[in-house]
């Protein structure tokens, strides 16, 4: 007896709450719009702001770029399952949901470590900072961060679904995740299993220890600083970005570098709820409301705008101004 391949995939999602579903609606569609809205603010501050088109903020504007596809590849899909009957995503649909996750999430892990050496370069050597990091650096940087993700997401996408699929189609996850996915296998996936564990190890633990070894010789460096305010000025302008690692690698390293078998539904769907969604809404909140520069540059274009409106409020009044002095006077 033929056995049924597997063309599409049922994703529960919350479909365990179904009374649940409206609120939640409500919750993630508002967590989407101001993630969209937070890094897009952030891209279009560092773009006018001519003060902050620096390195630093080459990668921070890509950062953002990043989070905002990040979360476009998961959300608007949970946030329509919600308010539909029909939960399904086909096979092929699946995949490309699965690849882009894993790229667009690789890619903001090997940048954080670019972010890291570039934070390392100012601080730790100051004096040939310019001369380390430049802007044709800073471009190989960020390529070479796309590329890996590329490879490593083409590698592990093409690895799960070229396996047969034969069995149950329902995921109980909110996308398509490798974890979940590789439970509906009908084949022993043990070997799959490794590869990936040391896939995601590679490629998780490589940039965290580049990023560790920048930090701690930032730290070291930081703390031999005599100045209280100059320590102070040095520690303000990494401390961001170790928040940002810390929160990406510690949730990243806990779903995705241990084996299937120790994989639990309740609280994994939390912590990847919080790496797909969370992530990129604090980065925004944490680079806004933590980066000085990043707060200025703000203020100053809000500024330009409330000065550019009221010219213009009072160009448009001032016909009816002349009109009354000439009534007054006459």
């Known amino acids: 007896m033929q056995v049924p391949t597997v063309t599409k995939f049922v994703i529960l999602s919350f479909s365990n709450h179904p009374d649940m ?18 890094n897009i603010l952030i891209i279009v501050v560092i ?36 308010l539909s009957e029909n939960k399904h995503i086909s096979f092929s649909s699946c995949a490309v949901q699965m690849f882009f996750f894993l790229f667009f999430g690789i890619t903001e892990c090997f940048l954080l470590a670019s972010m890291a050496y570039d934070r390392y370069s100012a601080i730790c050597n100051p004096l040939r900072y310019v001369a380390i990091m430049n802007k044709r650096v800073c471009i190989q940087l960020t390529g070479g961060s796309w590329i890996c993700g590329m490879l490593v ?34 084949w022993d996936t043990s070997w799959i299993e490794i590869q990936i564990i040391m896939g995601a190890a590679f490629t998780l633990m490589m940039p965290l220890l580049l ?15 005599r100045s209280t305010e100059d320590r102070r000025r040095a520690f303000s302008t990494c401390s961001s970005d170790l928040i940002v690692v810390t929160l ?41 409301f933590r980066n000085k520069e990043v707060k200025d540059a703000l203020r100053k274009i809000t500024m330009k705008i409330f000065l550019k409106n009221q010219i213009i409020f009072l160009q448009s009044h001032e016909p009816l101004r002349n009109i009354s002095q000439v009534v007054s006077q006459s």
């Open 21 to 38: 579903n409206l609120i939640l609606f409500v919750v993630f569609l508002c967590i989407y719009i101001v993630t969209v809205l937070g």
């Open 47 to 82: 773009n006018i702001d001519s003060t902050l088109h620096t390195l630093m903020y080459f990668f921070l504007r890509i950062l953002s770029f990043l989070d905002f596809c990040y979360t476009s590849v998961t959300l608007p899909k949970m946030l329509a399952n919600l």
């Open 153 to 186: 997401a083409v590698g592990h996408t093409t690895s799960v679904f070229t396996l047969p699929f034969c069995g149950s189609n329902v995921t109980n996850h909110f996308f398509c995740d490798i974890q979940p996915v590789l439970k509906l296998v009908c």
């Open 211 to 225: 990023s560790l070894v920048s930090y701690i010789c930032i730290v070291s460096t930081i703390l031999r600083i």
């Open 248 to 288: 990406c690698y510690r949730t990243a390293l806990i779903i995705y570098v241990r084996p299937k078998s120790s994989y639990g539904l309740g609280v994994d769907k939390l912590s990847s709820l919080f790496y797909s969604v969370g992530i990129a809404l604090l980065n925004p909140i944490i680079y806004n």
